[in-house]
């Protein structure tokens, strides 16, 4: 049995068809153990001994659209996988905080690794691309927050990169999933 985390894109936790109990009705009808969810942000842990990631991907994807209604994105990752990137301490000593934001952006299993441009010239005043993660297909950024324009261009910055089928967690809800799975 293999232990994974769905990153799902686009929860709103307001939408009674986005919280947890009903994502976990899902996973659980599609026939996957231990279906647990963590935070409200779209947070899926399961287990399955499918190994196809990008058909897992997908089928989740159409039950969700199917029995809730929910368009978003589903990005998959092993225990391992985010065992390996949280091992790796990519943020060093630097902390998650109201001010700093520490964050990961999931890219699907096809997409391009290192950006291949650099962030535009008022981005890079705010935001630290710290590098890519291959073995978590992952954007690892910091985010100076206290100015509060800069998440939303960096997101559409990452989108012109990568594509809308990405989904960001900060470093302390990656943790937090890892330690749930």
Do not use: C
């Amino acid at each position: 049995m293999i232990r994974y985390a769905a990153l799902l894109r686009g929860i709103m936790p307001t939408n009674p068809n986005m919280r947890g109990e009903k994502l976990r009705e899902v996973f659980t009808g599609l026939g996957f153990d231990s279906v647990g969810s963590v935070l409200t942000s779209g947070n899926i842990v399961f287990g399955s001994t499918e190994t196809d990631v990008p058909a897992l991907e997908s089928r989740i994807q159409r039950a969700l659209n199917a029995e809730l209604g929910i368009a978003g994105g589903t990005l998959i990752r092993s225990r391992d996988e985010l065992q390996a990137l949280v091992d790796a301490a990519p943020f060093g000593e630097r902390t998650h905080g109201r001010g700093t934001y520490l964050t990961v952006t999931f890219v699907k299993n096809d997409a391009p690794g290192e950006p291949s441009r650099p962030l535009p010239p008022e981005l890079g005043k705010v935001i630290d691309i710290l590098g890519f993660d291959a073995g978590a297909r992952a954007v690892l950024a910091v985010i100076d927050n206290s100015n509060a324009g800069s998440t939303p261009s960096h997101m559409a910055w990452l989108e012109t990169m990568y594509g809308k089928d990405i989904t960001t967690r900060t470093w302390l809800t990656v943790q937090k999933v890892l330690a749930k799975l």
